[in-house]
């Protein structure tokens, strides 16, 4: 129940937001919320919420929550995001993006911690970095490599795939490699994404599966 209300909140937030100008929201639900490749909502369905604000220099700002689940011995329910950034062009096919978010997880504020990130883009493909001093409450950097590419098919279909590398001492002696590849399709004001995701963690519960997501955002134009 407290998830749903959080969700609402920003839900509501976003609505409200999108009446002026610079203001956007996106609503997406899935049957699993995977983070780097990993499960946050021991795969099952999540649903999600972002309210953000724009401006023409480049300069945004936002906020995104969603449910989780990290067993009973983690008292959070739900993730709330806080970001800002800048984001602009360095030719007509090159663009930028630089920022902050902080990851928060009310009732577990000990695993809260922050990242900068950036990231560049050329035509289809996309390179980001993004480096935690402190990643999730362990007092230990991360550092996180990933690289997408999303080729249109026509007007309605895309195909997409990504690579990740998570490491750093917030890892251990451990390296993580994630990846996915899957299609979208663009349907009216909805887009659904199906992937095959996984990692190449040896054991646990992280075997590789197909998520579906379907997400809209507002103002519908």
């Known amino acids: 129940m407290k998830q749903l209300k959080v969700l609402s909140a920003v839900g509501l937030l976003a ?4 009446a002026n100008a610079g203001f956007s929201s996106t609503i997406t639900a899935t049957n699993d919320y995977d983070f780097r490749g990993i499960t946050q909502t021991d795969e099952e369905f999540a649903l999600q919420a972002s309210a953000d604000f724009a401006l023409d220099s ?3 700002v936002g906020a995104w929550a ?3 689940d990290f067993g009973d011995n983690f008292d959070a329910d739900i993730e709330v995001d806080g970001y800002l950034g800048f984001t602009g062009k360095l030719n007509e096919s ?10 928060a997880y009310p009732g577990e504020s000990d695993a809260n911690s922050a ?13 980001k970095v993004s480096y935690s001093n402190d990643w999730a409450g362990t007092g230990e950097p991360s550092l996180y490599l990933d690289a997408a590419v999303n080729v249109p098919l026509g007007e ?18 451990e390296e993580i490699l994630d990846y ?15 992937k095959y995701v996984d990692t ?18 507002l103002p519908w134009k």
């Open 115 to 127: 990242e900068v990130y950036g990231s560049l883009a050329w035509q289809i493909i996309k390179g």
């Open 94 to 103: 090159t663009t930028w993006d630089a920022g902050l978010i902080y990851y």
């Open 58 to 60: 480049g300069f945004y």
């Open 66 to 68: 969603s449910n989780i």
């Open 15 to 18: 609505l409200a937001g999108t």
């Open 156 to 173: 309605m279909f895309s195909f997409q795939a990504h690579v990740g590398h998570s490491s750093g001492d917030a890892y251990g002696d």
């Open 180 to 194: 996915s590849v899957g299609a979208g399709m663009t349907l009216s004001h909805f887009n659904f994404v199906l």
């Open 200 to 217: 190449d963690i040896d054991g646990g519960d992280e075997d590789g599966r197909v998520i579906f997501t379907v997400a809209t955002t």
